[in-house]
């Protein structure tokens, strides 16, 4: 087995944060990505700097063995042999990653076929190391499913660190990337025995990933929607807003209400995690846009995502979401410069009965329904 680890998406968080931990574990870093210009420049200089924001001393060089067009066959010789690589090419990409990996993967069962190997995914999407598993097995001769299956281990992970890319004055291939080194990650999936720095396997994983979206999630789309209607251009400002973190700190108590009678967390552990999450986007160390962190709010209205998600649970708990609700409606008002129509251009053409079954998933029939209507309906009443 070498140590060599394999970075599919050589982006913010795949050479931001990936590779740094990969990197200090004692691992040499190959970087793949489908950006040819990119991996012209990582190979013109094999190596770039992360730059810890708030504390200098841990900042670092990473120095990378090679970067890799995904469509050249020379990364498969690393990937034979190697027992980690972690994706971060974002969750609509990991099908067409998935007919990339199959042909290395076909190699690796003929060279290396007791070898195990985890894949850890690194993307902001529910379910992100099922669905490559499944579009992988698609792509896979039938005959090689079951050493996938007890071979290769297909891990989705958690993402707090925040990675932004270099400031004017900087070589545009540094990351600038907030003091946090976690990586959890599901632990029932991981194959064989892996000692990764900073990877923190869990077990009832998908418990932990809906505490981290109803809590972490649903804490920053708060603040970030209800900064924007303020005309705040980043996280930060939004964070230090009383009145702002009044609303959040009222949602986030719903939600965490929710989620500890739901799953049984620790109080207390549930409280670290708020003001986890409260610290971080008040922390003006940490130049996070508005813009970056309110895109597509039309997925973050979806049933089970950070509004939504927490708001139902905390009605089926007898909890009145009135901080989420507010969350809610703010997140209607927000224009997305990258979507044609925002989701307040929507509920004018469509009515918002459609917008709340069509975008929200809800029915006529559900409590939440009713309630950011009857909400909706009054503040266009006050001219709010």
């Known amino acids: 087995m070498n140590n060599t680890a ?12 990936a590779a740094h931990l990969a990197f200090l574990g004692g691992y040499q870093i190959i970087l793949i990505d489908k950006d040819h210009q990119l991996v012209n420049d990582l190979n013109s200089t094999l190596k770039y700097d992360i730059q810890i924001l708030d504390r200098e001393e841990k900042s670092v060089t990473i ?16 990937f034979l042999t190697t027992d980690l690589a ?13 007919t990339s990996l199959a042909p290395a993967l076909n190699k690796r069962h003929v060279a290396n076929p007791t070898g195990f190997l985890n894949i850890i995914t690194c993307e902001n999407l529910t379910n992100a190391a099922g669905v490559l598993k499944n579009a992988v097995k698609e792509n896979l001769v039938p005959d090689k499913e079951e050493w996938l299956l007890n071979y290769i281990g297909f891990s989705e992970s958690i993402i707090f ?25 599901d632990g029932n999936a ?4 892996i000692h990764v720095y900073g990877l923190r396997p869990l077990k009832n994983f998908n418990n932990q990933l809906k505490r981290k979206i109803y809590t972490y999630n649903c804490i920053n789309a708060i603040i970030t929607y209800l900064g924007a209607k303020k005309g705040y251009e980043q996280l930060y400002e939004a964070g230090n ?62 049933r089970e995502d950070r509004l939504i998600g927490p708001a139902l649970l905390a009605l089926r708990h007898g909890i009145y979401p009135e901080g989420l609700i507010e969350g809610i409606i703010a997140c209607f008002d927000y224009r997305d410069e990258t979507d044609h129509v925002s989701v307040a251009e929507m509920i004018q053409q469509k009515g918002l009965d459609v917008v709340l ?11 939440l329904f ?14 709010k």
């Open 241 to 302: 807003d009383p009145e702002i973190l009044s609303i959040a700190r009222k949602a986030g108590e719903e939600a965490s209400g929710a989620l500890i009678e739901e799953f049984g967390f620790d109080q207390q552990e549930q409280q670290a995690w708020k003001d986890a999450a409260f610290a971080k986007f008040a922390d003006k160390n940490i130049p996070d846009p508005i813009e970056r962190n309110a895109a597509d709010p039309v997925r973050k209205l979806s």
């Open 6 to 17: 394999l970075i599919f998406g050589a982006g913010k968080t795949g050479r931001g944060f």
């Open 357 to 367: 079954m069509e975008v929200c998933g809800l029915t006529e029939k559900e409590e």
């Open 190 to 193: 991981i194959k064989g025995d």
């Open 63 to 78: 120095n990378i063995d090679g970067a890799f067009y995904i469509e050249d066959a020379a990364w498969h010789e690393a």
């Open 370 to 383: 009713r309630l950011i209507k009857e909400r909706a309906i009054k503040r266009s009443k006050d001219g």
């Open 161 to 185: 660190r925040t990675c932004l890319n270099a400031t004017a004055d900087q070589s545009p291939l540094t990351i600038r990337s907030q003091n946090f080194f976690e990586l959890p990650c």
């Open 86 to 98: 972690f994706t971060a090419v974002f969750g609509n990409n990991l099908k067409d990653l998935a």
